[in-house]
């Protein structure tokens, strides 16, 4: 909801005032604050009536009214979580809060029943080998290979149609013929597909030397081989807020040593850690490029989307992480395609 903060309200003004700006914002609810920002409840249309029947008047406080104890999203939580609260929980309204519940934003269900066509393109890098998934990929290219009831890279696609993208670009190398007669030109997906037809492997990103030249906006690039519930727009909508020129998709990845870490300092044991487990920060293989950035991408060779990134830094420009949660699996591996073929149906549906 664009304009969630006019229905911020003060727990000490009255439910006749509140129920004016309940009607004036026109969402069925008012988020009630602190002068901090912090939820102390809400009150809906309907705490409004049950407070009057239990005899409150229009000129009590809201604080007797509002629900405490209201239903929120973390500003994290993806799409999807946001999505399955208001579904399951039978929301109509969804206050988003930060990790110290202050109040970030309100999304109502027509956010989701009604969802804006974006004007971005989408580049699907479906050209690699898949050569660690073996006797897999023998015949059928990996982004082919099926994953519960429809092939990996077609979950992909989906999933971006789902959150309003209808441009699509796919980067096809090995067995390109049969992502072509999948795909087609998209019209049976509701979409509109250009292919990129790689001669020879081009890596992560060369591939984007492929493009038109004249693109007016960004665009989104992601492998091929990742299953995830991201919200893409919100990728994008930080992206150009912020006035990056690169943005990397990031998360948490943890490695646990096997064995105890010891320390020691002159032959002494100083300290002895048991197995601990290392976090680092990894590319979640997503990413948001403005247009001003494509030349650094040389024409039809082989280049990485590290290197596009070692070359954006280098120049002096804005690259920005941004720290993505929720489900997400890099199918690199065959425990990997097995793991997704487990969770499909639970996930994807």
Known sequence: MKNWQNTLI????????????????????ALVVDIERHL????????????????????????????????VAHIHDDRETRLGLIKHQGLHQLPIVDNDDHVVGLEVVDDYLHVPVREESVVIMAGGLGSRLK??????????LNVGSRPILETIVRSFSEQ??????????????????????????????????????MGTAGALSLLPTKLEHPIVVTNADLLTKADYGAMLEKHMATGADATMA????????????????????????????????????????????????????????PSLFEVIATKGLFA??????????????????????????????
């Open 164 to 201: 309003g993208f209808r441009q699509f670009y796919l980067a096809v190398n090995y067995k390109a013929e049969q992502i072509e007669a999948h795909f087609g030109d998209g019209s049976k997906f509701g979409i509109e597909i250009h292919y990129l037809r790689e001669q020879k492997r």
């Open 250 to 305: 990031v998360r948490k990845y943890e490695m646990q040593v096997p064995f105890g870490v010891i320390q020691e300092k002159n032959g002494r044991i100083s300290n002895i850690f048991e197995k601990p487990v290392h976090q680092f920060i990894v590319s979640a293989g997503m990413y948001v490029l403005s247009p001003s950035v494509l030349k650094f991408v040389p024409h039809n060779q082989f280049f990485d989307m």
């Open 10 to 29: 003060h727990p000490s003004i009255t439910l006749r005032e509140a129920l004016q700006t309940i009607n004036d914002v026109g969402c069925q609810m």
């Open 320 to 349: 920005r992480c941004h720290h993505v949660d929720g489900y997400w699996l890099d199918i690199g591996q065959p425990s990997d395609f097995e793991r997704a073929n487990h969770d499909f149906h639970e996930v994807f549906r």
């Open 40 to 71: 102390l409840g809400t009150l809906s249309d309907g705490d409004a009536r049950r407070a009057l029947l239990r005899g409150l008047t229009l000129d009590d406080p809201v604080s007797e009214a509002m629900h405490r104890t209201p239903t």
């Open 135 to 144: 006797e897999l990929t023998h015949e059928t290219p990996k982004p082919m």
